[in-house]
């Protein structure tokens, strides 16, 4: 990988979560719940368990690795990492204010795990209390790695919220002690995790702490993949002679995107989490090596993932076997499995390219990722979650098939595999960070979201504040003000999202010609006062979304989309059999605002057509002529909030007459 710096190659920064506070009508209500209701639940679930679930018993582990209690290990692998998703969402949550009674809890937490380390640094609850004697003998299967990069995450939001180093410090300590036993240098392993995570961790825990070997080390886990001879072979030879045969099935390399050196992978293969948890570390090292030939990796990577496995919802990873990319179109709808951590995983790698490169497209996947594929993995209230979020569900058929758990018709309140929950959380708590960038010298001002809040930068030398309004998504409407202590000539830089086919802008009240946008984006170079005033204005038809003829699942039917949102048809609206339910080529739909249905959405209403089924058909399976059809309403929700009312059918391509 190269280490020379390109001139011209200025990545884009993007605006710190403490310097962003999000006032929005649609996302503080969802920030709120996540800090007053999802944190002590979770909580809940990880220490005590939730009633009705299936028990967690992270905590406890971690007491029995630190000493404090006696028992066995319970629980996945990985269980560690879902605590360090938690610790990581309240980090962020103390970010946007501080909360003695949150922080005191989150401090016992670090204070168990510096307990639980050991004295060489390392810490694993699962090694310590369950397999003390195998430490890095199993990292093709059982996360070693995975967990220290989660709880490297945690430590490093939990230092820029509070200041407080201790678990930064217990991180670094870990970070020290694996990278004496991995590298290039005799008598370390040249290997890797097979769930790509430490990679991106590394880099972050480079970035807040500025230890370079954390970067250096995450630039070899991630050039020595797929390298031959193959590590995961030499490993399972070492386990062998040590355990004996594992009994384990040995996946095929492609699973852990292990199968070629990283600049030599084209397509998205294998476990999808996995996948762009890796794409987005590529992205990180790209941007701080300058380098190239890992750009176009990504590049090529991004190409294959979004223009021939992503659905239209933004999930990935179309396949409950393996939890993993398939062939090129490959997209069922009744047997998507489109896991909520790969959407959210998605997001992150989209976020990463964007910063790289500056287009749109990114933003507009990072986009519709967001509002589809990870917000339909929370219910509303925030007290039960999608694993995998299926695009049509038959719940009268679920007791006869082999896949049960993809077509789950409501969400549950938690998982022996919980990775989702906390994934889910810190997601919409860390929103803030997603919104805006600056570039070019820090003279640009890139705004990707349109998402009410504040964002307070320095551009030019000069101290600038953004506030932004909008009623976004469900209208197109947008206004930013800015406020500057002193004129400064900036470049303001508005994404004009790819589905919007006509929009205005207009400073101080006067319609503005910005030109072609560059790369999507709209942008304002003027001298700015402090008081200057830009509106938005985005028209947002209802449109009727058309998949790529190879996609054999949606032959004959089309989607509905607003703006950045997906439609879907609940049985509860408009009966059952929505397969058989059709609409025209053509149809018109109203959009109503209901504040009272499913926390206020905007609902699509039309007609459409079903079968009428006399009576003198029962028992008549098959027949010469067609059933008559006659007119019927439709009535479409937000994807997001399906599964949030009485269960039944649900489904997102609908038959097109």
């Known amino acids: 990988m190269s280490t020379t710096e390109h001139t011209n190659f200025k990545p884009l920064k993007a605006i710190p979560l403490r310097q962003v506070t999000i006032q929005d009508p649609f996302w503080s209500a969802r920030e709120r ?161 097979g769930h790509p995570e430490v990679e991106l961790a590394l880099v972050k825990l480079y970035q807040a702490s500025g230890n370079r070997s ?223 960038s600056a570039g070019e010298d820090e003279r640009e001002l890139y705004v990707h979201l349109y998402v009410g809040s504040k964002a307070g930068v320095e551009l030019a030398g000069v101290p600038v504040q953004l506030t932004q309004q909008t009623n976004y998504p469900w209208d197109g409407q947008a206004e930013l003000q800015l406020s500057l202590q002193q004129p400064a000539d900036l470049t303001v830089c508005l994404r004009i999202p790819g589905w919007c086919r006509k929009w205005t802008v207009s400073v101080n009240g006067a319609e503005t010609d910005a030109g072609e946008p560059v790369n999507g984006y709209a942008k304002l170079t003027r001298t700015w006062q402090d008081g200057d005033r830009i509106e938005l204005s985005f028209d947002m038809p209802v449109e009727l979304m058309h998949s790529h003829p190879n996609v054999r699942s949606n032959a004959g039917k089309v989607a509905l989309q607003r703006g950045p949102i997906v439609y879907c048809l609940e049985e509860i609206d408009n009966g059952a059999n929505l397969q058989d339910l059709a609409i025209a080529s053509d149809a018109q739909f109203d959009v109503n605002y209901d504040a009272g249905l499913l926390g206020g959405v905007a609902v699509l209403t039309g007609v459409g057509s079903r079968s009428v089924i006399p009576a003198k058909a029962e028992g008549i399976l098959y027949g010469t002529r067609p059933f008559e059809r006659a007119a019927a309403p439709v009535k479409a929700i937000p994807y997001f909030a399906w599964s949030n009312r009485e269960p039944g059918e649900m489904t997102v391509w609908i038959r097109s007459s």
């Open 214 to 436: 954390y970067l250096e080390l995450s630039k070899f886990f991630v050039e020595e993949r797929g390298q031959q001879p193959h590590f995961f072979d030499a490993e399972i030879r070492e386990r062998e002679a040590l355990q004996g045969a594992s009994g384990k099935k040995k996946r095929t390399y492609d699973y852990f995107q292990a199968h070629l050196p990283v600049k030599e992978q084209t397509t998205a293969e294998g476990h999808s989490v996995r996948a762009v948890y890796l794409y987005s570390a590529m992205a990180d090292l790209a941007v701080e090596y300058g380098d190239d030939g890992l750009k176009e990796a990504c590049r090529t990577l991004w190409n294959d993932t979004v223009g021939r496995k992503m659905y239209v919802t933004g999930g990935i990873g179309s396949s409950a076997y393996e939890e993993r990319f398939t062939v090129p179109y490959d997209l069922p709808n009744d047997r998507a499995y489109t896991e909520t951590c790969a959407a959210i995983g998605l997001m992150f790698w989209a976020q990463r390219m964007l910063q790289m490169e500056k287009d749109r497209k990114y933003a507009d996947v990072m986009e519709l990722a967001l509002y589809n594929g990870v917000l339909s993995g929370i219910s509303l209230d925030g007290k039960s979650y999608f694993y995998v979020n299926p695009l049509e569900v038959w719940p009268d058929t679920a007791n006869f098939r082999n896949d049960m758990h993809t077509v789950k018709v409501t969400r549950q309140p938690w998982f022996g595999c919980a990775c989702c929950p906390p994934n889910i959380a810190r997601l919409i708590a860390s929103l803030g960070q997603y919104v805006y």
């Open 33 to 193: 719940n996540v800090i007053g209701t999802v944190i002590p639940y979770q909580w809940d679930a990880l220490n005590d368990g939730i009633p009705g679930a299936e028990p967690s018993h992270t905590i406890e582990n971690f007491r029995i690795a630190a000493g404090d209690a006696e028992g066995d290990y319970y629980g996945m692998v990985f269980q560690d990492s879902d605590l360090g998703k938690w610790l990581e969402t309240v980090g962020f949550a103390l970010s946007k204010e501080r909360n003695p009674e949150l922080e005191k809890l989150a401090d016992d937490v670090i204070d168990l795990l510096g307990r639980a380390q050991q004295p060489d640094g390392y810490l694993n609850s699962y090694y310590t209390v369950k397999a003390p004697g195998e430490r890095w003998t199993n990292l093709r299967d059982n996360h070693e790695l995975y967990c220290a990069g989660h709880l490297m995450e945690a430590a490093v939001a939990y230092y820029e919220a509070t200041g407080k180093r201790k678990f930064l410090d217990i991180m670094c300590r870990y970070a020290d002690y694996i990278g004496t036993v991995f590298g290039a240098e005799a008598g370390q392993k040249r290997g890797y995790d």
